[in-house]
Nanobody, 123 residues
């Protein structure tokens, strides 16, 4: 199984980025999949999560209203559209997947992790 995150970069405050996570080696629509981030000196935290069911996606309070998660099961790809970026969004962003429809709303219990992509918000 491989999860390949891309789309990070340097952006000014108020700017936008779109992250992508391409998955291979798994039946994509059987997995809940989401975005997590880790800022320097801080613990890894969930950002947004897309469940296998039709339930509403999860957004962390710090990003709600500024980011949108979406998944294309035909392309085995997860996206994160991030708008109105702030300096505190600077972190390495990871995608991770867990089998089935349940999720603990934490970083624990994920079956697969991808390598991260750096997002830096700075003027």
């Amino acid at each position: 199984v491989q999860l390949q995150a891309s789309g990070g970069g340097l952006v000014q405050p108020g700017g936008s980025l779109r992250l992508s996570c391409a998955a291979s080696g798994l039946t994509f629509d059987n997995y809940g999949i989401g975005w997590f981030r880790q800022a320097p000196g801080k613990a890894r935290e969930p950002v947004s999560f897309s469940r296998t069911s039709d339930g509403a996606p999860y957004y962390a309070p710090a990003v709600k209203g500024r980011v949108t998660i979406s998944r294309d099961n035909a392309k085995n790809t997860l996206y994160l559209q991030m708008n109105s970026l702030k300096s505190e969004d600077t972190a390495v962003y990871y995608c991770a997947a867990t089998y089935g429809s349940s999720w603990s709303a934490s970083v624990y219990g994920m079956d697969y992790w991808g390598k991260g992509t750096q997002v830096t918000v700075s003027s």
